[in-house]
């Protein structure tokens, strides 16, 4: 027994363990890495810039969104209304600062549904492979098939019109991607050798899935999501600009669009705005999921 003891590595009293340590220094090399990406930190401002819209938006907007004016209906841009009025007369900086919210719900949402069933089902069929691997992948190829936008207007169409609809069908939509994605990062970690010898010890496949096996497919993951988060922004306004998404009077910048494009001659602000606001929103999670890539790239 005293000689089993001689031989593990014992730290020094009051020092961090070794795997801390190492564990710090990889957090501290990835966050070195995207800090260092003008792409990454540009993202990361746009992103946070976003999220700080969101939380403090409706406590500084001028005005009440769904407040009706049609006296002041199609103003211009102006000192009382920075971004003009609708055709009701309601002021569109202060629905732009609700449909934040809007925005990054329906980027939580959609692709957290996503997320957690896609990779549900690439674990399993990575590990296990075999008929639950040709099953879950043929039907994953069903999902492909179809143009993602088209696929969504089905779903939606079966579950009705609304903004919690859009979310579930966009959410459904990208599930192919993840299941694609965590597949294929399980066939190559399965292989390893700290895999067999965990099996050796008896692990079961619980926890062989979840503590050492996904936990070492974790980058590809936090990036799919981060780039996943931004197209779910497009494609659920991109349904509520045909009228599946969100409902009027509701300030989602996809169903602002969608009103707006009756009056794109006569009072482009309408459509301008809510555009921009998608634009940015998009780009900001996109390069913060570029940049990430290559902070958790281990070849870079």
Known sequence: MSQARKSLPVSPAGSIPAPVRIREQERFVILKKLFNSRNGVLGLVITLLVVLLALIGPSIAPYDPLHLNLAIGLQPPSWAHWFGTDEFGRDILSRMLYGVRYALEVGLIADGISLVIGVSLGLVAGYFGGKADALI??????????????????????LGPGLRNAMIAIGIVYIPQYTRL??????????????????????????MMTKHILRNCYSPIIVQATLSFGSAIVETAGLGFLGLGAQPPQP??????????????????????PGLGILFTVIGFNLLGDGLRDALDPKS
């Open 182 to 207: 965590v597949r294929g990062s399980v066939l190559s970690v399965r292989k390893r050798e700290f895999v067999y010898a965990s099996l050796i010890s008896g692990a079961s496949n619980w926890r």
């Open 252 to 273: 989602e910048w996809g169903a602002m669009l969608s009103t707006g494009r009756n009056f794109i001659l006569q009072a482009p602000w309408i459509t301008t705005f």
């Open 137 to 158: 992948m043929r039907f994953m190829d069903v999902l492909l098939a179809f143009p993602y936008l088209l696929l969504a207007m089905m779903i939606v169409a079966i």
